[in-house]
């Protein structure tokens, strides 16, 4: 469950990226590690000189241009196949409509919250359009992305992004009345697990571990608890019932969880992210 689905088309021969900040090096990262694309066949759109020095230090293969314009007014060079737009929200219609007529006969994929499939074909002008929400563990291959698709995409089309986002971690295809629950579960999640983390870290720290070896400690129990989610089937509440005997220290320090409302808490943060994607829609 947790591993990358193989592929048996092993390289995508030519994506555009347009946006390069963290999202998108996240996604592109752990498609070049995974051998799906290759730095020669990235283009990155990104004006911005910080993000493009960081693009030219990790990838140094990768073409780097400022802006659509360059690929459309070059007849040497070879449009890609797939562009997948990595920016805020508010500047996917600017970047779309700035292009206005290239995108003719394109497969275009968002990874913006709350961007609607309608919303992004109207910008285009026309629906062979993807939405997708990945997430950062997509750059050491452990992402959780979900996509769905306009009706003007083939199935071909489908079959090449889910193959894409296979070859980073687990990819779903679900309904787009579904994404925004994904953008607050799977995409936003990672931040509340980092914060987790740290605070099982801080825990180890106040009961006077040293802080490089609580940190690590408290990694490897995230990594190894979700391993046994994802390898046994189990549901976690039995798995934690494992755990927990009577009268001992795990059954302590879930009451104080319980006491605290941790559960509800993670609940209500997952919900609140979905709002607010939908907000942004």
Known sequence: MLTPTPDSDPQLAGLCLV???????AMMGGMIAAGRLTEQDLTVVEPASASRDWWEQRHPGARLIDDLGELSESSSV????????AVKPNIVPVVARQADGFWDGKLVVS?????TLA??????????????MPNTPSLVGQGASAFCTAAGTTAADRKRVESVLSSVGLCEHVEEKQIDAVTGLSGSGPAYVFTII?????????????RDLAMRLATQTVL???TMVGQTGLHPGELKDAVASPAGTTI????????NALRATMADAVAAAAERSRQLG
Do not use: C
């Open 19 to 25: 946006g390069g900040g963290q999202m998108g090096r």
């Open 78 to 85: 070879t449009v890609p196949e797939v562009f997948v737009l």
């Open 111 to 115: 990874i913006a919250a709350g961007v």
């Open 119 to 132: 919303s992004l074909a109207s910008w285009i002008g026309h629906d062979r359009v993807v939405r997708v």
């Open 198 to 210: 740290e605070g099982l870290a801080d825990g180890g720290v106040l009961a006077g571990l040293p």
């Open 224 to 226: 190894g608890a979700a």
């Open 252 to 259: 302590v320090g879930l009451n104080v969880l319980e006491k």
